[in-house]
Every structure is written in structure tokens, then in C-alpha cells.
């Protein structure tokens, strides 16, 4: 997706573009993104082939309504566009964490925060960091390095190590994760969107599924997935297929959004280098840095929920069981919030991004994205005076992440460790 600022031109599009892949990859959404926002905040697309209406909103107060009110707006039928493209029914209803809502959600989510929780990410510091000057190491020794694979494996690695996968697998589990979110993508298609997604889903089912079976309820020590082996929810131990699930998930969620964030913050700091000088010479700064990354990078670009009601808003009426899309790309940017939203600034706040989302399902690996990216940024304001894009940048085809597949970029380093 492309990352512009005003004046723009106008976007012309239809509503199926929406939900089209190649559509955002090679489209100035912001621009489509600030002429609803003004103009149509609450949108009815109608994308056809059979596929179902759906509602959008852009605003920042919009968007953080349909993602914190359960009351009004469910989870429960699914949460991404792909149910809305591939008019696929969610299979996962009520056995997912993603797919759940209160109290259901938090008999899968209170047990698995502890997964996550500060003092097990503390445990992951020391390969975030081994993993980060590795990245930067093989930028500097190669002269001009493309990034955007190593910074998909970033996440595999502490990912795999939480949840117990051997490392000989990270590499074809980080593809899958691709053709899960990328289905259109040719670098990731197997063929039409529904057979590279089905292809996807029953080859990471069937490696989870033999993972399952090397666990064991009374493991002392368990992994992610051991963990999910030794719940319980309200109706007993958790199923086979519920852990398969959340394993899934669990996956997808945290590999997707952190190799975009490290990758747009290759991009902006290259395009503004006054800004990565003002961190260099602020170590203040880093923290708020951060927090401007995440927003001027939208890590998920939309998210979505279920009317339970008729709900109104912007004078119109949603209707009970009507899909609505939240697009967060577009709150982030929402002037209302955010002054001067399309300036990089890092000295930003307060900055109420929605990069994580927001209520009952903000990202429960929030913590370890922003461990992970917090340590990068260290280790690369100590390794690397400036940054330059030395190449043709591609963007991923995708409705759910605005990710790179291609980002050639050169380090020049800081004195203190030329070799």
C-alpha cells in the first residue's frame, strides 16, 4: 500500500476494490481513506459476485466503538475480511479466541495472557536482540541487503520458540502464514484464492495436529501449545480441534504485523532523516518513536464485526447481523485525533493509535511486538548512522496487512563499529 500525504488525488473506485487484494497493493488508500472519512463516514459497500454488503467506517471514534463494544458488535462470526471475500462461513465460532466474545473470550484469553505476560517475553529478550543485530549485520556486510524475508523470520523465531516448534519448520510455517493473509499474491498463490487458502489451513492444521500429540496434559513446563492442552473451559478440557485453532491463530497474529512495522521503520526513517537524527541525539525520544511507528504503520489494516442490533450511527442504521468493517489504516490517520495525522513526527503525544486494536481483543501479543521492536530500534540507533531504500520496494497483495515482500536497503554505519 502506498503511504502518501495531502494534497491528494482523488481515488476512483468501486466497492469490490475493497476487498481486493492487488486493489490495496497498488492503490493510495489514504487518499480513498480521508475522502470517507470526510464524506461518508459510515459507507455501505455492496462488492457483488455474490458476496455479502458490508458497512466500513474511518473515523477514530467509529472505528474504536465497533472494536470495544461487544454489546453491539460481535466477534463471534469472524473478525477478517477473507470470511467477507471468500464468502466463507467462520468455522471457528465460540472455539477461537479471535472469534469469541465475553465471557466466552476471556476462558480462552485470561489463561493464554500468561503466556505472554512481561515477565515471559523478559525470557525473550536475549534472541530478540541476537535476532536484531543478525538483521543489522546482514545489511551492513552485504552493502545493499532486502530485508522484508528476515523480517518475516523476526517474529518465527520467538513465535516458534513460545510455542515449542522445532526451528527446521519456521521457515515453511512463515510461507503458510503468507498464503493465508495473501492469498491473491502471486509470490504466494497455489492457484485460484480458495485453494491456496485451503492449501494453507489443511497443511498448518496437520502440523499443529502432530504437534498437539507430542503434548500432554501433565506436561511441568509447557510451551504455548501445552498450555493450550492443559486448559480448561467451561464445558471441560479443551478440544483437540480448539487448540488447533488457537494454535492457528495464534500463529497468524503474531507473524504478520511485526515484519511490516520493522520494515516501514526502514521506510520512514530513510524518507525522514532528521527524525531517526532527532532519536539518535534524543534517546528520550525512542519511546514515543515507537508509538509513532506503530501508528504510521497500521500494522492491520481492518478488522471486522457483527451488528448484534441495530445500531445507529452518522444518522443510518446498521442492522442486526450486517457486517462492519473497521478500518484502522484509516483511524490512524483520522484528524481528529492526530495533528498534522500524514507528518512522521517522533516526538508525538500523546498518540492514541488503534495499531493494536482495542477492548476485549487487543492483541495479546502487544507486549512482545513492542519488546521485540523497542530492542531493534536500540540496537540499530547504536549500529547505524543513516538509512537509504536502495531499490525497487514491493508491496504485499493483502487486505489485512499492508506488508513489503521487497525492501533493498543500505546501512551506513557509525564509526564506533565500522570493521
Not at 86 to 109: G, K, V, Y
Not at 173 to 196: C, F, K, N, R
Request: charged residues 25%; negative net charge; aromatic residues 8%.
Amino acid at each position: 500500500m502506498i503511504i502518501s500525504k495531502p494534497p491528494f488525488c482523488p481515488v476512483q473506485f468501486q466497492d469490490s476494490d475493497l476487498l481486493n487484494s492487488g486493489f490495496h497493493a497498488a492503490t493510495d488508500m489514504h487518499a480513498l481513506w480521508a475522502d470517507l472519512r470526510e464524506n461518508q463516514p459510515l459507507y455501505r459497500a455492496d462488492p457483488g459476485g455474490g458476496r455479502e454488503p458490508f458497512w466500513v467506517v474511518t473515523r477514530h471514534e467509529d472505528v474504536s466503538r465497533v472494536l470495544r463494544s461487544h454489546g453491539e458488535f460481535s466477534s463471534r462470526r469472524g473478525t477478517i475480511l477473507c470470511v467477507l471475500d471468500l464468502n466463507t462461513a467462520d468455522i471457528a465460532s465460540d472455539n477461537m479466541m479471535a472469534d469469541t466474545d465475553p465471557p466466552r473470550h476471556r476462558e480462552f484469553r485470561e489463561p493464554l495472557n500468561k503466556a505472554f505476560a512481561p515477565s515471559v517475553v523478559a525470557t525473550q529478550e536475549r534472541l530478540l536482540r541476537e535476532l536484531s543485530q543478525d538483521l543489522i549485520q546482514s545489511v551492513l556486510e552485504a552493502g545493499v541487503y532486502d530485508i522484508a524475508h528476515k523480517t518475516m523470520m523476526f517474529p518465527m523465531a520467538v513465535t516458534g520458540t513460545l510455542m515449542g516448534l522445532p526451528p527446521e519448520s519456521w521457515e515453511r510455517l512463515a510461507e503458510l502464514v503468507m498464503m493465508t493473509i495473501a492469498y491473491d499474491d502471486p509470490d504466494y498463490s497455489a492457484g485460484s484464492a480458495q485453494a491456496t487458502v485451503r492449501q494453507a489451513r489443511h497443511e498448518l492444521f496437520e502440523y499443529f495436529q502432530k504437534e498437539y500429540a507430542q503434548r500432554s496434559r501433565d506436561d511441568v513446563d509447557p510451551d504455548v501449545i501445552g498450555a493450550m492442552v492443559g486448559m480448561d473451559l467451561s464445558e471441560g478440557p479443551m478440544t483437540q480441534e480448539q487448540v488447533l485453532l488457537n494454535a492457528f491463530v495464534l500463529l497468524i497474529g503474531a507473524n504478520v504485523t511485526t515484519p511490516h512495522a520493522l520494515c516501514t521503520l526502514m521506510s520512514v526513517m530513510a524518507e525522514h532523516p532528521e527524525q531517526y537524527r532527532a532519536v539518535q541525539e534524543n534517546p528520550e525520544l525512542r519511546a514515543s518513536c515507537l508509538q509513532e511507528l506503530l501508528r504510521w504503520s497500521s500494522p492491520v489494516t481492518a478488522l471486522m464485526r457483527y451488528a448484534v442490533k441495530d445500531v445507529e450511527m452518522h444518522g443510518r442504521t446498521i442492522r442486526a447481523g450486517e457486517p462492519v468493517t473497521a478500518w484502522i489504516g484509516a483511524a490512524n490517520r483520522d484528524e481528529r485525533v492526530f495533528p498534522d495525522p500524514y507528518t512522521f513526527d517522533v516526538a508525538r503525544r500523546p498518540n492514541k493509535h488503534l495499531a493494536f486494536g482495542l477492548g476485549p481483543h487487543y492483541c495479546i501479543g502487544a507486549n512482545l511486538a513492542k519488546v521485540g521492536l523497542d530492542i531493534f530500534l536500540d540496537e540499530l540507533l547504536e549500529r547505524v548512522e543513516s538509512i537509504e531504500i536502495a531499490g525497487e520496494v514491493k508491496h504485499v497483495a493483502s487486505h489485512f496487512v499492508p506488508g513489503y515482500k521487497s525492501m533493498p536497503v543500505r546501512f551506513t554505519p557509525r564509526e564506533a563499529h565500522v570493521r
